[in-house]
C-alpha cells in the first residue's frame, strides 16, 4: 500500500464547476496535510494546509480532513482554465516524523 | 525574499557518466529536502536534512547517490554511476523547521536525462 493515494485522472471539470480531489493515506499518526499545485513543466507550490479535522477555506479553495477515515480533500470552486495543472497530497508526521511524502497527484483539466 | 535556488537548470549526460546538482535554500531553513520526480508521478523524497543531519534517506539509492550538506545551509546530491532511469527533475525544497504544518518551498528543479 502506498503511503500516500491520489487517482491519477485527468479530472476534467467544465469552467464554474466545482472539482473535488481526493487523497487517502496510510499512516494514522500522520499530523499535516498539503496540497500543492504543479503547472506542466514547473515546481510545485502551496495551496494550503490543514491539520485539524473538518474544512479550512481560503477563497475559491476548501481542503477537508477526516483523520478517522484517514482522508484529505480538496474542493476548487468556479474552476477556470488556469487552474487545470496537477494536484498534488503531501502528508507528514506520524510513524514518518517529520518526512515530507507526496501523493502521485491528481491532473485537472478545466473546460472552457 | 530570494527563493531556492538550483543549478544547473538541465543536464544531459551517457549513463555511467557522474553528475552533481547544487542547491540553496531560503535563508534561515533548516530543514532541505532532494526529491526526484520522474515524468507523470509525484516527488519521491531521496533525502532530508535538518540543519547538517540526515533526517531521512530510506529511499536513496546509496550505491549511487550521495548527497551532503555542509555547514547546514548549501547541498549537493550525486549520482555516479548514472543509469537511464535516473532520468527526471531533481528538485530541491527548503522549511522553516520541518514540523507540523511547516510549509515547504520549492526550487526550480533540474531536468537531469541520461542517455
Known amino acids: 500500500q502506498k503511503e500516500v493515494e491520489q487517482n491519477s485522472g485527468p479530472l476534467s471539470v467544465p469552467e464554474g464547476a466545482i472539482a473535488s480531489l481526493n487523497c487517502t493515506y496510510s499512516d494514522r499518526g500522520s499530523q499535516s496535510f498539503f496540497w500543492y499545485r504543479q503547472y506542466s513543466g514547473k515546481s510545485p507550490e502551496l495551496i494550503m494546509f490543514?491539520?485539524?479535522?473538518g474544512d479550512k477555506e481560503d477563497g475559491r479553495f476548501t481542503a477537508q480532513l477526516n483523520k478517522a477515515s484517514q482522508y484529505v480533500s480538496l474542493l476548487i470552486r468556479d474552476s477556470q482554465p488556469s487552474d487545470s495543472a496537477t494536484y498534488l497530497c503531501?502528508?507528514?508526521?506520524?510513524?514518518?516524523?517529520?518526512?515530507?511524502?507526496f501523493g502521485g497527484g491528481t491532473r485537472v483539466l478545466v473546460k472552457p | 525574499e530570494a527563493g531556492v535556488a538550483q543549478s544547473p537548470r538541465y543536464k544531459i549526460i551517457e549513463k555511467r557518466q557522474s553528475v552533481a546538482f547544487w542547491c540553496n535554500p531560503i535563508?534561515?531553513?533548516?530543514?532541505l529536502y532532494w526529491y526526484q520526480q520522474i515524468l507523470g508521478q509525484g516527488p519521491k523524497l531521496l533525502i532530508q536534512f535538518q540543519n547538517n543531519g540526515v533526517v531521512d534517506d530510506s529511499q536513496l539509492p546509496k550505491d549511487r547517490f550521495s548527497a551532503e550538506r555542509l555547514k547546514g545551509v548549501d547541498s549537493t546530491l550525486k549520482i555516479q554511476p548514472a543509469k537511464l532511469e535516473d532520468s527526471a527533475v531533481y528538485l530541491c525544497?527548503?522549511?522553516?523547521?520541518?514540523?507540523?504544518?511547516?510549509?515547504?518551498?520549492f526550487g526550480q528543479g533540474t531536468r537531469l536525462t541520461v542517455v
Open positions: 490543514i491539520y485539524s479535522n
Open positions: 535563508s534561515g531553513h533548516a530543514t
Open positions: 503531501a502528508v507528514n508526521g506520524g510513524a514518518a516524523g517529520n518526512k515530507l511524502t
Open positions: 525544497a527548503s522549511s522553516l523547521l520541518g514540523g507540523m504544518g511547516t510549509e515547504a518551498f
